[in-house]
């Protein structure tokens, strides 16, 4: 793979490298590291990577790659730069015929994540999105036993990501606040777009449900902020069932609390991620039961995205790892036709099927959740109390341009 | 003090027995027990009260307990029946002279709660109510560090209330359900009327502040129910603070989870009801605290509700019991006129001060949880997003009636 | 009943009387509260006790009490002095025909028990012993599960009982230390006499196994003291089963952290006290059960030892109120011959049957209570590892003895 | 590096190749997988390596990579074999020029652990061992409060290691319980040998104290085994402070909860394998303190080996993966004299400095490792209580010869 973004400096381009290559499955061979060409160039070569093959600009980087032979260009593009970068890197590495994935958001609105699906249609090439969470092996397990109906029809959807790295003036000095905060580089939103559409993401993924209606109060709680920080959602989904989600970078103290509660008609199930494997599952009437990773018999799925026995705890990078590792099966299913015929090339891992390798969040996901973001701006800038979730861009005002008014 | 209702059958009056006597500050001398006559009488002879006073009805009881002399009559009489009751029990009890204790919600609608208000002023006596969790010690404590300054200004405050126990259909059989559900005897609102009023009552009090908007979408997820049995509210207080209030009784598996976060500029502050002895206290820049129950230094009103020494855990019916022996060290006042002159009599409590004293919720409580019902309901069943709340009685429509429509 | 001990500044005797009268099945009418008489008084009369049942001494008040009329007198001694009067009294008290109620440990040594033991059968009368921590309903149900069979055969039992409060010097000063640390007031032993006994108690309560051999390391920790303050034992059991007990007064930052630990064949069972609603059961290959108080179906015992319903915790006093409570079962069962016929007169407790009234600790327990002290104690002045469990009084070489040699 | 053992069907290897790779510091050259060697070729194959560099036997491995230019050959072996392999193999990479690094423990007795030692120091090579556990930032966090004093003079440690998966005859039949059983590959004890070791190398690590006396109490719960597969170690520190250790690998349920606790004069200190992100620490008189990683001030060493911000949870592979990498620096350091200058090559970890590579258990954790085995068997088969930790090789009947006898 190659990469664009992540160079000296930056926080998630590392966790990405680790993430990709944790499985043995990607090697990171080139890469645009950063804006500034001399950084990137640098950036690269610390990386160990060969001098000609660390770029000075993801242009130079796709159109050089593209001139190599199958057997020694890469296979596919990684963006972790800010958010109004994705598209056109997507568009122009596709248009060179490399796979994606991406960082979440997708995009920096929702046209362009249209534009993108159609981009990707026209190519026949392979997208993915990091939505990580989705990636943990017991949020996989929620998944599969709502799936086999052991919560009955779902009434409710709680889910909650507090954080507080944004609390006051004086976080906004890191260079991940400061284009957070950007609209320009960010998009309409900051918490929202970037947590939130998480949170959307996760309660979606986990129930198999869509939001069809929403109810949103945004807010902004630190003085010269033009974006907002902090905010409430209430859901409809399809099914009828209804949900809150809240989701805010100003809750002092928070570190990354993620939190999935699903009510059914005869159990519920909440998942943590502060405390990642385990998931807990109650009854009206008997006990709860506290799922581990790896006690007891856990669904094919979540075991295609384990690496250790019970008591070994996988984390973040884990989580992150398997989106990586089921992207490059799909990129291998392409390549070689039958993956099943490649099993043994892949011993590390426990087991890989087809249903573990579509699990990756796609353009789908992505286009759901830029409107996700837009719905919820447009919602909270309006009187009326619901709002329908709708895959057209909508119309919003930002907050400089209320404040001029 | 004497009782109306809680006779055999009924579990809140247990409890409330319990707690009144728990410290050897009141005595129960007689009641009321049932609406059945029979059962009333039977029902205070299995307490070992004295027969002439297990009296057949609340109206025999008050006559005849006024008619008796100073040292041998109640003081105070306890109301634990249904909701619509509470208004004319209070009101007589308090024309025949005697204080008021009476269990939560105060009144049956906002208009009686106004119109006990004038009673309580005009006769000079003491009410309180019982919002149990604001007994809890560590409640207490959250209180103070705030009040203190602890958190800074108060940013977000989110309290949540899901219960099970009506989740499904066949969970209507038992007597608590049946008047619970039923709008005659429960008042506009099932799930924010039992507990979602003590959600509020429990954010206003930790705070300090006051609920000035709201946002409400409630629901009725069974059908056939007349009454809302979940629903999330979101908050607006005077100081400018937002909030969230999400309470339910449809949420399976959930026992009585009450949970507050309070999120200020420089801590936040948490408390649950199910571990009741601890309350998480987090920074930003430094580790979290877990401030447990008798462990370092505590305010002094939290240790005049404390019982034991750190490490043996006191539960609800301790909380239940600071807000009767509280309210008994108000009406010694009153007999004594200093209570501090009769400190020696009260070994068996820490210590007690005017403040703990007047930590009982009265009136003000009272009304403005009645408010808190009536806003949340009229804001629930209206179509503009934020609702202001007012003391003043609200046009609603019942369920029943929009059915017809 | 009547109370010897617990009078102004002392903390155990308010628990008691809370404990006692909890459930109204028993009433406080008179005490010897202290051994100045004076204070005795004037603590009597700070509880309302009738001015001429305030008694100067024990040995008044045995007399005093058992001149007066059936249904006037006493039915009841609760002892709550330090260790070294619980013999005397409770003789004197039984031989004057009334039942006694003790905190534990019984007696200040062994051979005292195995005295009090033939006084008992002698006069026929009753003996309770307050191993509070066998009062809570989960320590119950815990203990019903493994009966029932739901662990296999127990392998393995790990209890430990940690504190702080002794941890250095300059926590001697307290009245509550001073004894404790006093050979002559205590025993021979401080922490396995005050709490290694508990942690005894219970693993012996919840398995139903009796400890036959065990291996002691005491050891104190703070210069000057005479007695252990923190020790560790290795255990077996009269069914092969092993198991490990630690008791800790140094342990700084622990409250009163008793937790008991149970492996079986095929499952495992963990109780901790400073959460005491929760049992957690583990088993090889399913998920872990998270059995709460009042969820799902509870043994008939634990729910004759509970008052509220799931989600409302209870603690500490409950738990003492539950042996006080199933004690004056145990008495009226005597006045009345058949308990069941009086039922109609128990309805604020949710059930009562004989299994739950034979429940409560007795003299049996007691003894074993005093062996376990003097075995432990031998064993850990053994230089040979593993020491037989004796019911016989062990010859033991106190502190003070050594350091002259 | 290269690898010996770990081909298709075992699962230490998987884990030590993603461990090694993490950081993009080290890579999997060449391997002898298998002692089959028709597997090991396979799984070679199967991990992408080169065919010619996926030996047949590790003899041939290190033979063949000796000769091999110094740009071309692999710098370090890696031993993942059962323990009786790892004396020969480590013996052998040493002479032929290879640093190694070794699975624990070391090797199959003490007295093959001084002979190792001897080689090292004849040959000037790096010897790493991979007590995962000390890898966790938290550790180390633990580790620095305690050198800095916070805990004051440390008087308990508490340290125990309950695991269930050899609970049960039919939990034998895997591959991986088999060799631990068999004295012949394992050495003379299964629990002991696996993780009490583990158990007694945390707390020495932590603490900084040795282990100078011990009495202990082994045993086999399982009908046939000739190995123990539980046991308790009371221990004694030159320090003069006390201690327990605790293993099991037949507690039912337990996944793999490695707990150590530290018990100052002024603090404690508590960390769960678990939830491996957070240490508890406990006070006399103030609140406690959840230390979560990233959140806060951390050492500068518990920073060395940190990926993620406060809330990302690190697992196991991280823990494991930081021994690798700080061990993949000091092989650097020789290879470049100077670390420090190399710094721009390694942006992808925080921060690396000479404490933090000097911190990976060596030759002398290996030797206290393997004394520790010896004597805990010793002192388990005396009579007498305390028995003196030696070491010397200990002299020890096998539990076969005992059963003969």
Same mark, same amino acid.
């Given at each position: 793979?190659?990469?664009?973004?992540?160079?000296?400096?930056?926080?998630?381009?590392?966790?990405?490298?680790?993430?990709?290559?944790?499985? $043995?499955? %990607?090697?990171?061979?080139?890469?645009?590291?950063?804006?500034?060409?001399?950084?990137?160039?640098?950036?690269?070569?610390?990386?160990?990577?060969?001098?000609?093959?660390?770029?000075?600009?993801?242009?130079?980087?796709?159109?050089?790659?593209?001139?190599?032979?199958?057997?020694?260009?890469?296979?596919?593009?990684? %963006?972790?730069?800010?958010?109004?970068?994705?598209?056109? #890197?997507? =568009?122009?590495?596709?248009?060179?015929?490399?796979?994606?994935?991406?960082?979440?958001?997708?995009?920096?609105?929702?046209?362009?994540?249209?534009?993108?699906?159609?981009?990707?249609?026209?190519?026949?090439?392979?997208?993915?999105?990091?939505?990580?969470?989705?990636?943990?092996?017991?949020?996989?397990?929620?998944?599969?036993?709502?799936?086999?109906?052991?919560?009955?029809?779902?009434?409710?959807?709680?889910?909650?990501?507090?954080?507080?790295?944004?609390?006051?003036?004086?976080?906004?000095?890191?260079?991940?606040?400061? @284009?957070?905060?950007?609209? =320009?580089?960010?998009? +309409?939103?900051?918490?929202?777009?970037?947590?939130?559409?998480?949170?959307?993401?996760?309660?979606?993924?986990?129930?198999?449900?869509? +939001?069809?209606?929403?109810?949103?109060?945004?807010?902004?709680?630190?003085?010269?902020?033009?974006?907002? *920080?902090?905010?409430?959602?209430?859901?409809?989904?399809?099914?009828?069932?209804?949900?809150?989600?809240?989701?805010?970078?100003?809750?002092?103290?928070?570190?990354?609390?993620?939190?999935?509660?699903?009510?059914?008609? &005869?159990?519920?199930?909440? @998942?943590?991620?502060?405390?990642?494997?385990?998931?807990?599952?109650?009854?009206?009437? =008997?006990?709860?039961?506290? +799922?581990?990773?790896?006690?007891?018999?856990?669904?094919?799925? &979540?075991?295609? $995205?384990?690496?250790?026995?019970?008591?070994?705890?996988?984390?973040?990078?884990?989580?992150?790892?398997? +989106?990586?590792?089921?992207?490059?099966?799909? %990129?291998?299913?392409?390549?070689?036709? /039958? #993956?099943?015929?490649?099993?043994?090339?892949?011993? *590390?891992?426990?087991?890989?099927?087809?249903?573990?390798?579509? /699990?990756?969040?796609?353009?789908?996901?992505?286009?759901?959740?830029?409107?996700? %973001?837009?719905?919820?701006?447009?919602?909270?800038?309006?009187?009326?109390?619901?709002?329908?979730?709708?895959?057209?861009?909508?119309?919003?005002?930002?907050?400089?341009?209320?404040? =001029?008014?």
């Amino acid at each position: 793979m190659g990469m664009v973004g992540g160079g000296q400096g930056a926080f998630i381009g590392a966790i990405h490298r680790i993430a990709a290559q944790l499985d $043995n499955q %990607i090697e990171l061979v080139c890469g645009a590291f950063s804006s500034d060409p001399d950084n990137a160039v640098a950036s690269g070569k610390a990386l160990y990577l060969e001098e000609s093959r660390c770029y000075r600009s993801y242009q130079e980087m796709l159109k050089q790659e593209a001139l190599l032979g199958d057997d020694k260009r890469m296979d596919m593009v990684v %963006i972790v730069t800010p958010n109004f970068l994705h598209f056109p #890197i997507a =568009k122009m590495a596709l248009e060179q015929g490399f796979h994606v994935m991406s960082d979440k958001p997708a995009t920096v609105d929702l046209a362009e994540a249209l534009a993108l699906k159609d981009i990707i249609e026209q190519t026949g090439l392979l997208y993915g999105l990091t939505h990580t969470y989705t990636g943990y092996p017991m949020v996989k397990e929620a998944k599969a036993r709502i799936k086999q109906g052991q919560l009955g029809k779902i009434k409710k959807v709680v889910v909650e990501y507090p954080q507080g790295w944004l609390a006051n003036k004086n976080d906004e000095n890191s260079k991940q606040a400061a @284009w957070r905060l950007d609209p =320009k580089k960010s998009g +309409i939103s900051c918490c929202m777009g970037d947590i939130g559409v998480h949170a959307a993401n996760l309660a979606e993924y986990v129930t198999g449900l869509s +939001i069809t209606e929403l109810c949103a109060d945004l807010s902004t709680n630190v003085a010269g902020r033009l974006l907002d *920080d902090d905010g409430t959602v209430l859901l409809r989904f399809n099914s009828g069932a209804q949900g809150t989600l809240q989701a805010s970078q100003v809750s002092i103290g928070e570190e990354n609390s993620l939190k999935l509660r699903v009510y059914g008609e &005869t159990a519920s199930i909440e @998942w943590s991620q502060l405390e990642p494997n385990t998931v807990l599952m109650k009854f009206a009437d =008997k006990p709860s039961q506290l +799922i581990r990773a790896g006690v007891g018999e856990m669904d094919k799925i &979540t075991q295609a $995205n384990m690496r250790t026995p019970a008591g070994h705890p996988e984390g973040y990078l884990e989580a992150f790892a398997n +989106i990586y590792t089921q992207f490059s099966y799909q %990129i291998r299913d392409r390549l070689f036709v /039958d #993956i099943n015929a490649s099993d043994a090339n892949n011993s *590390d891992l426990n087991t890989h099927d087809k249903a573990a390798i579509n /699990d990756v969040p796609g353009i789908e996901s992505a286009i759901r959740g830029m409107a996700f %973001i837009e719905n919820v701006v447009a919602a909270s800038q309006s009187e009326i109390k619901w709002h329908p979730f709708s895959l057209k861009p909508q119309k919003i005002t930002l907050l400089n341009e209320l404040d =001029k008014g």
